[in-house]
C-alpha cells in the first residue's frame, strides 16, 4: 500500500480489524520508508446505487453527502462521529436490502430522519428543516408539536 505521506510504495500492517458489521476491514499500516502511521480502509465493491431525485435526475449514491448533511445537523450536539457513521452504514445497508439499484431520494431522507430522531431531537429537527425545506416558524410548530406527541 502506497504511503499517504511520502508516496513509498511498501508499508507494514501493524493492526487488522472488522469494522461495520464485517463489512470493512481496517488496517494500521506503517510506512517502511518515512515511519508515519497510516489507516486504510477495505470495502467489498458492490453495484453502485443510483439516486432519483425530486426533479427525476439522477445522481450516484455518496454516503459522505449523507454524513456531511448530518455533520452539519448534529453541530454542536454531543453525538460522536462515529454514530453518524453507523447510522450512515445502516441506512446504506437498509437501501441495498430494499432497492436493487433505484432509490427515490425521498426514501434515503425519510430513513435518516427516522434514525436521527431517536438519537437527537434537536439534530432531528435541524435536518427536517432542511429536507422538507421549511418555510416559516409555523412548519417548525408543527414539527415540534409532532415530537411532544410521540413522548406523552
Known amino acids: 500500500m502506497r504511503c499517504c505521506y511520502c508516496g513509498h510504495g511498501e508499508s507494514k500492517v501493524l493492526e487488522t480489524r472488522s469494522a461495520e458489521e464485517g463489512r470493512v476491514i481496517r488496517r494500521r499500516r506503517e510506512c517502511m520508508e518515512c515511519n508515519r502511521r497510516f489507516t486504510t480502509l477495505e470495502r467489498i465493491e458492490e453495484t453502485p446505487l443510483i439516486v432519483r431525485k425530486k426533479g427525476g435526475s439522477l ?49 434515503i431522507g425519510e430513513m435518516l430522519m427516522a434514525r436521527l430522531r431517536n438519537i437527537d431531537e434537536v439534530a432531528y429537527v435541524r435536518f427536517a428543516s432542511v429536507y422538507r425545506q421549511f418555510t416559516d416558524v409555523g412548519r417548525f410548530l408543527e414539527e415540534l408539536e409532532g415530537l411532544l406527541k410521540r413522548k406523552t
Open 59 to 107: 445522481e450516484a449514491f455518496d454516503r459522505n453527502k449523507l454524513l456531511s448533511g448530518l455533520l452539519k445537523a448534529c453541530e454542536k450536539r454531543p453525538i460522536p462521529l462515529d454514530r453518524l457513521e453507523e447510522l450512515v452504514t445502516t441506512v446504506e445497508r437498509d437501501l441495498r436490502s430494499q432497492y436493487d439499484r433505484e432509490v427515490p431520494s425521498r426514501e
